[in-house]
């Protein structure tokens, strides 16, 4: 696969070789930066930690309509979903949560709508060259410059972006793109390899999962559960902006005789999750919630797909309104073994 040069002054030529395509990147200031259509002549704000939003919402939507339907009549109406997108500037460990999701979206059979926007969809990756504090993809499997579930990796060199297809995808947007690029020398992979290193070194969270799958279930009981949910609100936030959390409602909203199907997110931290109609809930309380949240993605998901379903982008840790942080709760489950 090919590895290319982009002047960073030369942007605007590449944006518009990408003509024809939706190009979504980071936007808005840095602590509410999310994903969106870049307007034209725009140039991409790559200079950021991470986006609060993860990716997941271009290929998983908050909230999409399924179909729309006339109560009593024939009409069915089901949305179009063909606009072909480039993602630029995502992360790694977003990158890698789009591949580990997968797994679960394709687990009896493909799921139409997750799978219509992933096709239409080029990822571009951007190399982390400072990684946020409380980072730590290195511990469960990723790295800075990770390359898995991504079809382009950019990486920052100042002046220039090297630009490294992985996939065919990734090779066609370098080749459209053309005379805008120049080809890249082995000083610039060795500058991109010495960056990596760098950022990974500054990695500072770790936590070694090993033994983590299997310990799991024997801690059904163990105190632990209780002291580390103790402060937990239910608010959902930890689950909502994970990259790998992807569970969903299914409603029908009726207006008069029109009615939509939609699915939006769902979280296993709020009461409702479990509840059953008999009034009778299995997880009554946030310690059994927030057990299971650990378990589905250290336990469950690896007994499933042999993947931790946890990149560690530390989001849930960034931004849980009373400090609940997932690599102390892993380091406590290490104690509890
Ligand atoms: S569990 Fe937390 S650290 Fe892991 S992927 Fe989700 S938000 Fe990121
Ligand atoms: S973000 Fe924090 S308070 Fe909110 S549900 Fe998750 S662990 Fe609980």
């Not at 590449?14 to 930066?33: D, H, N, R, S, Y």
């Not at 009409?75 to 997108?85: G, N, R, V």
């Not at 579930?149 to 459209?176: H, N, V």
């Amino acid at each position: 696969m090919s590895a290319m040069l982009l002047n960073k002054e030369k942007w605007p030529d590449f944006v518009e070789k990408l003509a024809g395509k939706t190009i979504w990147a980071p936007q808005g200031e840095e602590a509410e930066m999310r994903f969106a259509p870049v307007t034209e002549g725009e140039a991409p704000a790559l200079e950021y930690g991470n986006t609060r939003v993860p990716p997941k919402q271009a290929v998983f939507p908050q909230t999409e309509t399924m179909f729309r339907f006339q109560l009593g009549g024939e009409e069915l109406e089901i949305p179009k979903l063909e606009e072909e997108a480039v993602l630029l500037g995502v992360r790694p460990c977003d990158a890698r949560s789009m591949a580990i999701v997968d797994n679960l979206f394709s687990w009896d059979e493909n799921d139409p709508y997750y799978f219509k926007h992933r096709e239409l969809l080029t990822l571009v990756g951007l190399t982390c060259t400072e990684p946020g504090l409380n980072c730590f993809c290195t511990s469960v499997g990723g790295g800075p410059a990770s390359k898995e579930g991504l079809d382009l990796l950019m990486t920052d060199l100042g002046d220039q972006y090297l630009l490294e297809a992985i996939t065919e995808k990734g090779e066609a947007l370098l080749k459209a793109a053309g005379e805008v690029l120049e080809d890249a020398g082995d000083e610039q992979i060795k500058e991109k390899e010495r960056l990596t290193e760098e950022a990974a070194a500054n990695i500072k969270r770790n936590v070694n999962p090993d033994g983590i799958p299997e310990g799991l279930p024997g801690l059904w009981e163990d105190p632990l559960w209780q002291r580390v949910s103790a402060s937990c609100l239910g608010c959902g936030t930890c689950t909502y902006l994970c990259p790998t959390c992807h569970c969903f409602d299914i409603q029908d909203e009726v207006e008069g005789f029109s009615a939509r199907r939609c699915r939006t997110w769902d979280s296993c931290m709020f009461n409702e999750y479990t509840m059953h109609t008999s009034g009778h809930n299995p997880r009554p309380s946030r310690r059994e919630r927030t057990r299971n949240r650990i378990n589905h993605k250290y336990s469950y998901y690896v007994d499933k797909f042999d993947v931790i379903a946890c990149v560690g982008c530390g989001r849930c840790i960034n931004l849980c309104p009373v400090n609940i942080d997932i690599v102390d709760i892993l380091r406590q489950v290490k104690e509890a073994l």
